[in-house]
């Protein structure tokens, strides 16, 4: 799980937005500060970006990178705080920004926000060493003694609030050593680098510390552990709270498990801070000693400014490890044995932990964070212990539930008890479909994951009614005359109708003509499913064309057309460059390619909306073919949009390439076969030549550099596809050779599972997924076998299509999910079990247990399934790619990846 995407959700009930959208109007959750309001003074500048909010006197010219101070702030004397600092500065005139609401500055702050920036509540940009200095001096003397979070990138100044950090202070980018962009600052050779922003502080070597700043990181280099009669051998996990580490007592040598909390840091949606909650996680285990089902308190001290609880170290594995290794959906074909088996297991695990719930409650207790996560089952799976009380409260308090992991959130009218009853009833269906974080859009989801699991498990289907009893409480009855949601309230901009439970988520060129694959469902072949009075999804996703139809009307009612960031709502990196928003993977540019790839027509209006946010490209703008400008252009010339197209187009030559990864997604393959294609459409002889260098250089670097990323995206698989589309242009053997070596090069980190299944190797899980895992690999290996024999890629293509036929996929889209496996089996040319059109059928079945109604539309969830996404890569556009790839008239395909032939043209044996 990426805790990130819990920041997206409040601004928005049903899709991933920004939090600084959030409605400043919104029940006052987003209220703004006082400063923020006011204009900016004479001779000033303001500015708004992203959470930010900055004045700049324009008579003063700031240096682009330094020492740099911020000033952190607790909820209860940010006000205060920001109006002492801009009585100082604007005098001055000393520029600076800050956070402008309460709700932006607890995000910042919250559990699990970035631990790199947290705690920036002001930035303050002197001109020089010197005046850092005077600023740092007054400003302490101003604001010494308020208290706020420690920022774990700086260097405090005394006791704070005051810190420093030496960074940029002007929007730069370099790529660092894997070729990603990142903010820069200009080493002592004039060169960009990557400006470190980590949860450390950090000098650049050729920079000296001013003598200023020693007496300060002597003080942060006086605390160390070695006064505490605990040895820390590893850390268990790091929020921004604190971290949790295993230990041992060096007194008795008893393994024990020490948690740390962070003053003023980790907020919880109350406001409760790491301290506060660890405070509270030790009352309640006070009260529930002697239980077997919770751990003991061994001990509780302070260090430095940083409290830490000692418990004991709970053996056995979290409850979430089991599914990999026994979940049967994760084959093919599960044997009724097998299912029979796994629903005992289960029943027996929810058994055992609702006992253990029910004797915390016994002690008058609410657990009030029940989730997979944090139930511990021992090694002979006979026992379970409950961990992380940090938000449990008296049974008798009645309190709401501040602290939350996306798939177990309960209702806003859940209190006490009745959390941890929401939680267990969860669990009964996350044990058999882990799918639960979809209730945070629709909570009727309930009933027809409980029909799944039915179909598909001999459980008691009382087990499952009485969980959706629990879940759906208080919502109303369905309206049967529709198909939509029963519940589903109009989308707000401020939120979820129930208040967000704040940091608290635990958590055209010219068409490749081919036939269709090996047994390509005919278009029309299958008969409509039967709809009963009221059916969840408006329509099922295999009832092509209405599930077309249906998700193109989806994403057409969800546009925002009058908003400058983004058109069509997708994955939260939308926010996190200037292209996201109109990029190929999470933008315009994707969901236009898929509208018009399956036949849904030109959508004028989006078109135009992607021509005004390209027409002037923001400086940092990636030049990517997924994430940036060569897939803009190349889209916009597909549409017919030549001239603007051709603008792009020379904006990215004309661009530095030095350094730049190999990769497809951002990278060179993916500008190269961006410009071969326009170089086929255009006859313009200076992209052919463009496309071939990207070659070279491809080759190059993907044969001179240890690649820490596999699969198409980002591995080099996505170099061997622009090689063999070279091949395939100019005929040179040595290219498609080069591609073999690419090709080998990722299947080197693949291993085989236990039924033959081909997968990604990540060290601790293995991936069949298109954009990273092996499912990618194999279309580029198809692609490579139309022209040449290896038995090595031969035996791997089989592999990878038993990866892409498990019954269960924990998302599902294109890029990490479901809707990969429909595309990669609707468009293979291997034969043989996993091709078949029952075959396909069979996942598409699977990809609608993630579906949801939007609007009275069929729509998809997006990555971490929290929020609705529409986009190519995470959303509905990938799913209905990936739908037309299996049942439209014509080919539908990722672009550079139409359907193969079905035998070599050309064999060549690979060495």
Same mark, same amino acid.
């Given at each position: 799980?990426?805790?990130?995407?819990?920041?997206?959700?409040?601004?928005?009930?049903?899709?991933?937005?920004?939090?600084?959208?959030?409605?400043?109007?919104?029940?006052? +959750?987003?209220?703004?500060?006082?400063?923020?309001?006011?204009?900016?003074?004479?001779?000033?500048?303001?500015?708004?970006?992203?959470?930010?909010?900055?004045?700049?006197?324009? #008579?003063?010219?700031?240096?682009?990178?330094?020492?740099?101070?911020?000033?952190?702030?607790?909820?209860?004397?940010?006000?205060?705080?920001?109006?002492?600092?801009?009585?100082?500065?604007?005098?001055?005139?000393?520029?600076?920004?800050?956070?402008?609401?309460?709700?932006?500055?607890?995000?910042?702050?919250?559990?699990?926000?970035?631990?790199?920036?947290?705690?920036?509540?002001?930035?303050?940009?002197?001109?020089?060493?010197?005046?850092?200095?005077?600023?740092?001096?007054?400003?302490?003397?101003?604001?010494?003694?308020?208290?706020?979070?420690?920022?774990?990138?700086?260097?405090?100044?005394?006791?704070?609030?005051?810190?420093?950090?030496?960074?940029?202070?002007?929007?730069?980018?370099?790529?660092?050593?894997?070729?990603?962009?990142?903010?820069?600052?200009?080493?002592?050779?004039?060169?960009?680098?990557?400006?470190?922003?980590?949860?450390?502080?950090?000098?650049?070597?050729?920079?000296?510390?001013?003598?200023?700043?020693?007496?300060?990181?002597?003080?942060?280099?006086?605390?160390?552990?070695?006064?505490?009669?605990?040895?820390?051998?590893?850390?268990?996990?790091?929020?921004?709270?604190?971290?949790?580490?295993?230990?041992?007592?060096?007194?008795?040598?008893?393994?024990?498990?020490?948690?740390?909390?962070?003053?003023?840091?980790?907020?919880?949606?109350?406001?409760?801070?790491?301290?506060?909650?660890?405070?509270?996680?030790?009352?309640?285990?006070?009260?529930?000693?002697?239980?077997?089902?919770?751990?003991?308190?061994?001990?509780?001290?302070?260090?430095?400014?940083?409290?830490?609880?000692?418990?004991?170290?709970?053996?056995?594995?979290?409850?979430?490890?089991?599914?990999?290794?026994?979940?049967?959906?994760?084959?093919?074909?599960? !044997?009724?044995?097998?299912?029979?088996?796994?629903?005992?297991?289960?029943?027996?695990?929810?058994?055992?932990?609702?006992?253990?719930?029910?004797?915390?409650?016994?002690?008058?207790?609410?657990?009030?964070?029940?989730?997979?996560?944090?139930i511990m089952v021992s090694d002979n799976e006979s026992s379970v212990v409950l961990l992380d009380?940090?938000?449990?409260?008296?049974?008798?308090?009645?309190?709401?539930?501040?602290?939350?992991?996306?798939?177990?959130?309960?209702?806003?009218?859940?209190?006490?008890?009745?959390?941890?009853?929401?939680?267990?009833?969860?669990l009964r269906i996350a044990l058999f479909l882990p799918l639960t974080s979809l209730f945070a859009?629709?909570?009727?989801?309930?009933?027809?994951?409980?029909?799944?699991?039915?179909?598909?498990?001999?459980?008691?289907?009382?087990?499952?009614?009485?969980?959706?009893?629990?879940?759906?409480?208080?919502?109303?009855?369905?309206?049967?005359?529709?198909?939509?949601?029963?519940? !589903?309230?109009?989308?707000?901009?401020?939120?979820?109708?129930?208040?967000?439970?704040?940091?608290?988520?635990?958590?055209?060129?010219?068409?490749?003509?081919?036939?269709?694959?090996?047994?390509?469902?005919?278009?029309?072949?299958?008969?409509?499913?039967?709809?009963?009075?009221?059916?969840?999804?408006?329509?099922?996703?295999?009832?092509?064309?209405?599930?077309?139809?249906?998700?193109?009307?989806?994403?057409?009612?969800?546009?925002?057309?009058?908003?400058?960031?983004?058109?069509?709502?997708?994955?939260?990196?939308?926010? #996190?460059?200037?292209?996201?928003?109109?990029?190929?993977?999470?933008?315009?540019?994707?969901?236009?390619?898929?509208?018009?790839?399956?036949?849904?027509?030109?959508?004028?209006?989006?078109?135009?909306?992607?021509?005004?946010?390209?027409?002037?490209? #923001?400086?940092? +703008?990636?030049?990517?073919?997924?994430?940036?400008?060569?897939?803009?252009?190349?889209?916009?010339?597909?549409?017919?949009?030549?001239?603007?197209?051709?603008?792009?187009?020379?904006?990215?030559?004309?661009?530095?390439?030095?350094?730049?990864?190999? !990769?497809?997604?951002?990278?060179?393959?993916?500008?190269?076969?961006?410009?071969?294609?326009?170089?086929?459409?255009?006859?313009?002889?200076?992209?052919?030549?463009?496309?071939?260098?990207?070659?070279?250089?491809?080759?190059?670097?993907?044969?001179?550099?240890?690649?820490?990323?596999?699969?198409?995206?980002?591995?080099?698989?996505?170099?061997?596809?622009?090689?063999?589309?070279?091949?395939?242009?100019?005929?040179?053997?040595?290219?498609?050779?080069?591609?073999?070596?690419?090709?080998?090069?990722?299947?080197?980190?693949?291993?085989?599972?236990?039924?033959?299944?081909?997968?990604?190797?990540?060290?601790?899980?293995?991936?069949?997924?298109?954009?990273?895992?092996?499912?990618?690999?194999?279309?580029?290996?198809?692609?490579?076998?139309?022209?040449?024999?290896?038995?090595?890629?031969?035996?791997?293509?089989?592999?990878?299509?038993?990866?892409?036929?498990?019954?269960?996929?924990?998302?599902?889209?294109?890029?990490?999910?479901?809707?990969?496996?429909?595309?990669?089996?609707?468009?293979?040319?291997?034969?043989?079990?996993?091709?078949?059109?029952?075959?396909?059928?069979?996942?598409?079945?699977?990809?609608?247990?993630?579906?949801?109604?939007?609007?009275?539309?069929?729509?998809?969830?997006?990555?971490?399934?929290?929020?609705?996404?529409?986009?190519?890569?995470?959303?509905?556009?990938?799913?209905?790619?990936?739908?037309?790839?299996?049942?439209?008239?014509?080919?539908?395909?990722?672009?550079?990846?139409?359907?193969?032939?079905?035998?070599?043209?050309?064999?060549?044996?690979?060495?």
């Open positions: 799980m990426n805790k990130g995407y819990a920041a997206f959700c409040d601004a928005d009930r049903q899709f991933y937005d920004a939090p600084h959208t959030l409605a400043a109007d919104d029940d006052g +959750t987003a209220r703004l500060y006082e400063a923020a309001g006011r204009e900016a003074p004479a001779g000033w500048q303001r500015h708004q970006s992203g959470d930010w909010l900055a004045y700049r006197p324009l #008579a003063s010219e700031l240096p682009p990178q330094g020492w740099k101070i911020h000033v952190s702030a607790r909820l209860d004397n940010a006000e205060k705080i920001l109006a002492q600092v801009w009585d100082y500065c604007v005098p001055r005139d000393i520029a600076f920004k800050f956070v402008p609401s309460r709700y932006l500055l607890h995000r910042r702050n919250a559990k699990y926000a970035d631990r790199a920036a947290s705690g920036k509540f002001i930035t303050v940009y002197p001109v020089d060493d010197a005046q850092c200095r005077t600023i740092c001096e007054d400003l302490d003397a101003v604001l010494g003694g308020e208290p706020g979070p420690y920022i774990l990138s700086d260097l405090r100044w005394g006791a704070g609030p005051v810190h420093v950090r030496y960074g940029s202070f002007t929007e730069r980018n370099c790529r660092d050593e894997h070729g990603d962009v990142r903010p820069a600052i200009e080493d002592a050779d004039g060169r960009l680098v990557p400006d470190r922003r980590e949860p450390a502080f950090h000098v650049p070597p050729w920079i000296t510390l001013p003598d200023f700043l020693r007496p300060h990181l002597r003080a942060r280099s006086a605390t160390t552990t070695t006064d505490i009669p605990y040895v820390i051998e590893r850390a268990l996990h790091f929020s921004n709270g604190g971290g949790v580490y295993a230990a041992r007592d060096e007194r008795t040598g008893r393994k024990v498990v020490l948690k740390e909390a962070r003053p003023h840091a980790g907020l919880a949606a109350d406001g409760a801070d790491a301290v506060t909650r660890l405070v509270r996680e030790k009352e309640a285990l006070d009260r529930l000693s002697g239980l077997p089902c919770t751990p003991e308190v061994l001990d509780w001290f302070t260090l430095g400014d940083h409290t830490f609880l000692a418990l004991d170290y709970i053996e056995g594995r979290p409850l979430n490890t089991f599914f990999a290794r026994r979940h049967p959906l994760i084959e093919e074909d599960p !044997d009724p044995q097998e299912l029979a088996a796994y629903t005992a297991w289960a029943l027996r695990i929810h058994g055992l932990v609702e006992r253990a719930v029910d004797a915390v409650h016994s002690r008058g207790v609410a657990f009030n964070d029940l989730h997979l996560f944090n009380f940090e938000a449990a409260a008296g049974a008798e308090e009645g309190r709401r539930q501040v602290i939350a992991n996306p798939g177990f959130v309960a209702p806003a009218d859940r209190r006490g008890t009745d959390v941890d009853r929401y939680a267990l009833a969860c859009v629709d909570r009727t989801k309930a009933a027809h994951l409980a029909n799944i699991v039915a179909e598909h498990f001999p459980v008691d289907r009382a087990f499952l009614d009485e969980a959706v009893e629990e879940i759906t409480r208080g919502l109303p009855a369905p309206d049967l005359g529709v198909t939509g949601p029963p519940f !589903d309230a109009p989308r707000r901009a401020g939120g979820s109708n129930d208040p967000p439970a704040a940091g608290g988520f635990d958590g055209p060129p010219p068409r490749h003509e081919a036939g269709p694959p090996h047994d390509r469902p005919a278009p029309g072949a299958r008969s409509r499913p039967a709809r009963g009075p009221y059916d969840y999804l408006p329509v099922q996703p295999g009832d092509w064309p209405r599930s077309r139809d249906s998700m193109a009307d989806a994403i057409r009612a969800s546009a925002s057309l009058d908003r400058d960031d983004r058109c069509v709502p997708g994955d939260i990196a939308q926010f #996190a460059s200037p292209a996201g928003g109109s990029c190929f993977a999470h933008g315009a540019a994707g969901v236009l390619y898929a509208l018009a790839e399956t036949g849904c027509g030109r959508w004028p209006e989006a078109e135009e909306w992607l021509l005004r946010a390209v027409r002037t490209p #923001a400086p940092g +703008t990636p030049l990517g073919f997924y994430d940036g400008l060569s897939g803009i252009a190349w889209t916009l010339d597909r549409l017919g949009h030549h001239a603007p197209a051709r603008v792009l187009v020379d904006l990215v030559l004309a661009q530095d390439w030095d350094g730049m990864a190999p !990769d497809l997604h951002g990278g060179l393959a993916g500008i190269g076969l961006a410009l071969d294609a326009l170089a086929a459409s255009t006859g313009d002889t200076t992209l052919r030549a463009a496309s071939l260098r990207c070659g070279r250089l491809v080759a190059e670097r993907t044969a001179s550099t240890a690649a820490t990323r596999t699969g198409l995206l980002y591995g080099a698989s996505g170099a061997a596809l622009l090689l063999v589309r070279l091949y395939e242009r100019t005929g040179d053997p040595e290219l498609l050779d080069l591609a073999a070596d690419a090709l080998r090069h990722d299947l080197d980190r693949c291993v085989r599972g236990a039924r033959g299944a081909l997968q990604v190797d990540e060290g601790w899980r293995t991936m069949p997924y298109l954009g990273a895992g092996s499912v990618g690999i194999g279309m580029v290996l198809d692609d490579w076998l139309a022209h040449g024999t290896d038995v090595q890629f031969g035996e791997a293509r089989d592999g990878i299509v038993r990866a892409a036929q498990a019954k269960f996929y924990a998302q599902p889209g294109l890029f990490r999910g479901a809707a990969g496996m429909v595309l990669h089996l609707s468009r293979t040319n291997a034969t043989g079990p996993g091709t078949t059109a029952d075959d396909v059928a069979r996942q598409i079945g699977v990809l609608s247990w993630h579906a949801l109604p939007y609007e009275g539309r069929l729509a998809f969830p997006g990555e971490q399934m929290m929020r609705l996404s529409m986009d190519l890569g995470t959303g509905t556009a990938g799913c209905l790619l990936a739908l037309g790839a299996a049942l439209h008239d014509a080919p539908v395909h990722l672009p550079f990846l139409p359907p193969p032939p079905a035998a070599p043209a050309a064999p060549r044996t690979g060495p």
